[in-house]
């Protein structure tokens, strides 16, 4: 229960829209630029300027859930969005981090978009060279109704885009081609697989080395889901719930998931590495802050296996209402902390 106050308490502190000043580490300020463009940045006209500022009015009143937006005092050019990986995908409890330019000739042409990859590819829509391919932003050839329409559009649809399309459920039927169906299943699940194990490891980057102006949600947020992530990589490695489906009300009590061997020895070694980064922000890890390895750990095992309650479960979704989540997760908590002897 108490988790549970802190991830409200953060979301509530941490505002969803803010003007910042410093834009230093923002990867178009230093671009091509001479040292008084770096400052100033691009000559905007009068009529570009009032548009973006309509962007920012529009993105202060309707941002959803999980998406954090900082626009700069004096580059009215730049922003900068992170959206938190949605429950039921792989990429759950992960920070996915935006850099946004405004070119000159906005909104006749769409923002430019840079993904703070860290060098890893997590989504065929994401390179690991930070280009996001969407038809919205004009950098995939859709439809002309999925298209930049400079009197219709918005950085806000951008972003929900993101949210919702790119890093979505099943991000392996992002690729152009690939279609659900029995011969593309177990593809498809592999690569949730690996979409995960890179996401954690976006997860110690971040913490090592938060972008400018979101340095407390970095912290406040892995400080309150730390606990949480690590149970999930638990969970996955003993095959007690299929990758991205670990929810607050738990997992399987079998082993009812086949897993690769190389899953398993990836969780292992993820696992290790999240436990150090998170105790170096002094999040809440229970016994987990003792105990060396996933691999050797029958207690964390037996514990996640425990971590169960009536739940309707299918094919990787469950479904339930708020107040039986709630209900269900200070059961789970308590559950946990006995198995545990969390203090």
């Known amino acids: 229960m108490a988790h549970e106050i802190q991830e409200e308490s ?24 001479s040292g008084k463009e770096r400052e100033c940045g691009i000559k905007l006209t009068s009529n570009v300027a009032k548009r973006i500022m309509q962007e920012w009015k529009i993105l202060e009143k309707n941002l959803p859930e999980e998406i954090f937006v900082r626009v700069y005092e004096e580059r009215l050019d730049l922003m900068r969005a992170v959206i938190i990986g949605a429950p039921g995908t792989p990429y759950h409890d992960g ?6 330019k405004f070119p000159s000739s906005f909104p006749k042409n769409p923002p430019k978009v840079y993904y703070h990859s860290h060098g890893l590819r997590i989504n065929p829509n994401l390179y690991s060279t930070g280009y996001v391919c969407l038809s919205l932003l004009n950098t995939w050839n859709g439809k002309s109704i999925e298209k930049w329409n400079p009197s219709e ?45 890179l996401s954690c490891r976006t997860m110690i980057y971040l913490i090592k080395k938060p972008p400018r102006n979101f340095e407390a949600l970095v912290i ?7 606990h949480f992530i690590l149970s999930a990589c638990m969970a996955y490695r003993d095959g ?29 070694k993820i696992f290790d590495d999240l436990v150090k980064a998170f105790a170096g922000i002094g999040a809440y890890l229970g016994t987990f802050a003792t105990v060396q390895s996933l691999s050797n750990s029958k207690q964390k095992t037996e514990a996640s296996k425990s971590l169960v309650v009536n739940v309707e479960v299918y094919n990787g979704d469950a479904k339930e209402d708020g107040e039986t989540k709630r209900r269900a997760f200070t059961g789970v908590f308590g559950k946990l902390r006995k198995l545990l002897k969390c203090t």
């Open 10 to 33: 953060i979301k509530t502190h941490f505002k969803k829209f803010d003007v910042v000043t410093d834009f230093s580490d923002h990867f178009y300020s230093n671009k091509g630029k």
């Open 95 to 100: 920070l996915y981090f935006f850099d946004i």
């Open 153 to 197: 559009s918005t950085i806000l649809q951008v972003l929900v885009s993101i949210q919702a399309l790119v890093l979505n459920e099943r991000p392996f039927f992002n690729e152009p081609g690939t279609k659900p169906g029995w011969l593309t299943e177990l593809p498809a699940r592999s690569y949730n697989d690996d979409v995960f194990i």
């Open 220 to 226: 406040g947020h892995f400080q309150e889901r730390a």
């Open 240 to 268: 007690c719930v299929r990758v991205g489906y670990y929810e607050h009300y738990g997992a399987s009590p079998f082993a009812t998931v086949e897993i690769s061997k190389n899953l398993k020895k990836y969780l292992d």
